[in-house]
């Protein structure tokens, strides 16, 4: 009787497993622990040895299966074998782990499952529990995303121009790449699209972002699903401040050169420095690499640039000996170096987590989307938020060192600049308020906690 006293509800929190996926969930977990609820992170064997050496105080670690316990994705013959392998073994597994816990002395009350798992939501309920879906990508393309499950988008593409609920005028080319390439990666379309397949069986549907920062698409989103915005999920020291232990993120599947990145900042004039990442995931072909090398070399400005070790013989020959005003590292604490004053601007693949952090940090963007959801990421950058400009590709999509030597020049030298660096500070200042008290963030996740609180009163 006592454990049951100490909490006022227990979550299962359950993401992709891909770090881009698992940090936001956990720093979400981090503000459910602070209101009284019990968190259990489950992630999947394979990246349990990274998970389980974390010394996580206050949450409890728990594992299911994808099929592929030695080595996750990389193990398996292909993407699309992999998703249905993990659908089915990863729903099997994750019913034996809630068969395990209804036994303890603090049942699970609800599964926080990643949108990228709807099987997981259909478990849940097998069991009688309440559920909330989590997803880690903007509103703005949950709802295209949405369109395109309800065949309203109609594939491929067939206009110029599209007009959304909630949503700017859209070309095809700022559609995500699934959509204006379609048939281009399958397996991750089928991914993306049907995180909608079983969302009116969600009790809630969380979104990491804040209602500011997308006002008309949520206000629309909200007459259709039970949606909260939870974000932005940064570390809260970087924002409110009000989880004093909570500096970093909680999982680093790479190690941050953290010592050498910020001493090398240190010498360096306010403003001065071009950050360059592509994320943990995909990064720029041999030919992209070479023509960022040169832009960089060109702009004459100091610059770190992130790439990982197997990647950086794409680099020019001899770049590494001439390349006097920047460091190579292969990856480095991006909160920190983004939040450094020598930061002069980010340029970035525009994932949604470098997005947000960019946003709510207060950093000038340079824009270069990959794939997915980035290029619908980077409309909104340049055009509705104001905080960069894009680099834009040419006819082999490719962004030349001409290019990019003048996004560099144009942050950091001009006027537009200046107005960009004043957007930032804008959204900035927006993003700590929504999670700061009574802010939007906080008083939905407030809400959140409410209810599930009720609801699993009137459950038992």
């Known amino acids: 009787m006592e454990e049951r006293k100490k909490y006022v509800a227990h979550c299962l929190v359950l993401p992709y497993p891909a770090q881009g996926h698992i940090n936001p969930m956990l720093e979400f977990s981090k503000r459910l622990i602070q209101r009284g609820v019990k968190v259990t992170l489950v992630t999947v064997v394979s990246n349990w040895k990274v998970v389980s050496r974390k010394n996580f105080t206050s949450i409890e670690v728990e594992s299911i299966s994808d099929g592929y316990d030695e080595g996750g994705l990389a ?18 597994t994750l019913a034996e782990l809630l068969q395990k816990l209804a036994g303890s002395s603090h049942p699970p009350d609800c599964v926080i499952y990643d949108g990228f798992m709807p099987w997981a939501l259909d478990v849940a309920k097998n069991f009688g529990l309440l559920a909330a879906a989590f997803f880690t990508q903007s509103c703005t393309t949950n709802t295209i995303y949405l369109h395109t ?56 549907v969380l979104a990491n972002t804040f209602y500011e920062l997308e006002q008309e698409v949520v206000d629309w989103l909200f007459k259709i699903w039970p949606l909260k915005t939870i974000g932005p999920t940064l570390p809260s020291m970087y924002l409110d401040k009000r989880l004093q232990d909570d500096k970093n993120y909680g999982i680093e599947m790479y190690v941050p050169k953290s010592e050498a990145c910020i001493k090398w900042l240190d010498d360096k004039p306010k403003g001065s420095v071009v950050y360059v990442s592509f994320g943990s995931f995909a990064g720029p072909n041999v030919e992209q690499a070479e023509e960022l090398a040169s832009g960089l070399r060109d702009s004459g400005s100091y610059f770190i640039w992130v790439i990982r070790d197997s990647e950086q013989e794409q680099l020019p020959k001899g770049f590494l000996d001439t390349a006097e005003k920047g460091i190579i590292v292969n990856w480095c604490p991006q909160l920190q170096v ?57 006819e082999k999509d490719i962004v030349r060192k001409e290019t990019i030597t003048h996004c560099i020049k144009e942050i950091l030298e001009t006027e537009k600049g200046n107005e960009i660096k004043k957007n930032s500070i804008k959204w900035k200042n927006l993003a700590k308020s929504s999670v700061d008290e009574g802010g939007s963030s906080d008083k939905n996740t407030a809400e959140f906690v409410d209810e599930l609180v009720h609801r699993r009163a009137a459950l038992n």
């Not at 193990?75 to 099997?92: D, M, P």
């Not at 700022?174 to 009116?200: A, C, E, H, K, W």
Request: aromatic share 12%; hydrophobic share 45%; net charge negative.
């Open 75 to 92: 193990a398996a013959e292909s993407l699309e074998v992999y998703l249905e392998t993990f659908r089915r073994v990863g729903a099997q």
């Open 149 to 204: 499950y309800n065949k309203l988008l109609e594939l491929p593409l067939t206009q110029t121009g599209y007009l959304l609920p909630g949503l700017p005028k859209l070309e095809a080319e700022d559609l995500p790449s699934f959509l204006n390439r379609y048939g281009t990666y399958p397996g991750y379309f089928y991914v993306v699209v049907n995180q909608v397949s079983n969302i009116d069986k969600a009790d809630w």
């Open 338 to 394: 983004l939040t450094h004053e020598a930061l002069g601007c980010f340029i970035t693949h525009c994932g949604w987590n470098s997005t947000l952090e960019a946003l709510s940090l207060g950093v000038p963007v340079i824009a270069m989307p990959l794939w997915t959801d980035q290029i619908t990421n980077a409309k909104l950058i340049k055009d509705v938020w104001k905080i960069g400009v894009k680099a834009v590709a040419d």
